[in-house]
């Protein structure tokens, strides 16, 4: 007698092992969408454009960049415009596996790290006026693999923005940003996935269901 095929608690009803191969496979054709993406300097300065001419950017005093790595929407270009426009910016870092937020003051701020990420300097991260908390975002840019154009995301598999916006305020928006070759017609959602309430490409602004 086979054991029973555990279900996921999601809205799609799919069992698990689905959801995680639906996934996987999602993953692995942005993957390539995006490393053959051409332009990708160019593409990305429209796409920052965009979102840095929303209602919720112009709105919003304390607001997150991700720093790209890889072959993400590239976004360190539009840094020292930011840090001009008398916003506070607040850039993630990586530490043992969880998300730290530091308030960016100054590009000097910044150096590469491991694999090349462009990150915090060491001897800036324990001081306390630089550490923020996921509360006191009032915008989150949010990076992602894969996208649909409800919202949907999915990241690397390792959960570190899940776990950074489940504090964020239920009221901060969420907006993505990704090149068009990332969009999927639907992304499978775990019941703990988060859905973005914008998703931003050099195409489009789409409206996601949010967390509301």
Known sequence: ???PVDTDPSSSGEPVNEVSERKAAIRKQAHENRRAQADKDAVSVSIVDRFMKLPEYAAAQTVMFYVDVRDEARTRHALPEALTTGKRIV???CVDGE???FWLESMDELELGMYRILEPKAELRTVASKK???EDLDLIMVPGVAFDRQG???GHGKGYYDKLLEHAKPQTPLVALAFECQLFDEIPMDSHDIYMDKVVTESAVYDGRGRN
């Open 1 to 3: 007698m086979s054991n």
């Open 91 to 93: 850039v993630p870092y």
């Open 99 to 101: 998300l730290e937020l």
């Open 132 to 134: 923020l908390q996921p």
């Open 152 to 154: 949907g995301r999915t």
